[in-house]
């Protein structure tokens, strides 16, 4: 009976050579489900860093406030309220300002952002902590989780110890207060001028996340003196920016290196415009490890669609393109990179994707 053939009871009897492609061909197939597997585990059980208050030592004297430069902290009811888990980053930069040791930082195994579980958590924190988690969402663009915050609500509106209807007249009037004031702002000041000048905000101005919006209708056939800024977005050093932000969610990431914009003419007009941006130096940079976090966050969790790496040509500069590697190693998306790297002299080299 020749291999690979059936005999007359229906067993089919496979040849050597045919048998061992067989069992190549299934192991090899499942290696790659176990190496998925493993991938997406790691991006369920990433670690983060979070804010964690002590409620019984917060006097609630607001020390920390200032400097929160994402304006996540706000004193409510006498203590002070992590307003939103989100935009925590997770920095530290207001422990050394609590006189009780109230602040601390714990690193645990962090889901992605979920609004439901965060609502959950924060209903019983009573009707002002709520009111300024909405609040913060609505100034951050956070229309999404602002839509499923209110949607909790409302699901479980008999289980609150608040009128809902409160709290939504209250978020609504917040909206067009904050709405009358860009329209009786100066036109000569920008969107992105009243963010970092209002004292309310509270935090460094520096590394406060914000969107830049830019005006309908700018001028084309421009001269290079006034060409405008592409920059869509604040912060944008790797250390300081939020793999969180709305402006990262489904868009086409930029990561350059630190001298790129520098060395090369162009630069907004050619390989900013349309692109989020994050800079960094990957041998004068300490602490690039968050880098890769903060990039596989990106990856899965904001789900940047593309990423563009420009790099400079001298060898240092190769660790950029590492971290991206390794970043795509641990999640469980893949997603297209383009590398691009920048000659001395401000010329293109190379450019290609992988």
């Known amino acids: 009976m020749p291999p690979g053939h059936f005999t007359a009871k229906g067993q089919n009897h496979i040849g050597p050579g045919k048998k061992n492609y067989f069992v190549t061909y299934v192991t090899f197939h499942y290696i790659l489900f176990l190496q998925f597997c493993f991938r997406k585990l790691k991006t369920i059980f990433m670690k983060r860093d979070i804010l964690k208050i002590d409620e019984e030592l917060c006097n609630g004297c607001g020390q920390c406030v200032p400097n929160c430069h994402e304006g996540a902290l706000q004193v409510i009811d006498g203590k002070i309220r992590l307003v939103s888990e989100l935009m925590c980053d997770g920095l530290g930069a207001c422990i050394g300002h609590c006189p009780e040791g109230a602040i601390t930082i714990e690193t645990r195994e962090a889901e992605p952002y979920n609004e439901m579980r965060v609502m959950e958590q924060m209903k019983d924190k009573g009707k002002n902590t709520i009111i300024a988690h909405l609040k913060h969402l609505k100034d951050h663009g956070e229309t999404g989780f602002l839509q499923e915050g209110v949607s909790y609500l409302k699901v479980h509106r008999t289980d609150l110890n608040f009128n809902l209807a409160e709290v939504m007249s209250e978020v609504h009037n917040h909206s067009e207060l904050i709405k009358t004031q860009h329209q009786l702002q100066p036109k000569s000041q920008s969107h992105s001028q009243s963010q970092m000048h209002n004292p309310k905000e509270g935090g460094c101005p520096g590394s406060r996340t914000m969107v830049i919006e830019k005006p309908a209708g700018q001028k084309t056939n421009l001269t290079p003196e006034d060409q405008p800024s592409e920059l869509r977005q604040w912060p944008v050093q790797m250390h300081l920016v939020n793999p969180n ?46 880098y890769v976090e903060k990039l596989t966050a990106m990856i899965d969790i904001a789900k940047v669609n593309t990423i563009t790496v420009m790099m400079m040509e001298v060898p240092c500069c190769g660790g950029l393109l590492q971290m991206v590697k390794t970043a795509l190693g641990n999640a469980s998306r893949k997603v297209p990179v383009k590398k691009m790297i920048v000659g001395i002299n401000g010329e293109i080299l190379q450019e290609e994707w992988l």
Do not use: E, Q
Request: proline share 4%; aromatic share 8%; hydrophobic share 40%.
């Open 245 to 290: 932000a709305p402006y990262f969610r489904n868009a086409d990431l930029l990561l350059a290196a630190d001298c790129v914009a520098f060395s090369i003419g162009g630069f907004h007009s050619n390989h900013l415009k349309g692109k989020s941006l994050a800079i960094a130096c990957p041998k004068l940079d300490h602490g690039t490890d968050s």
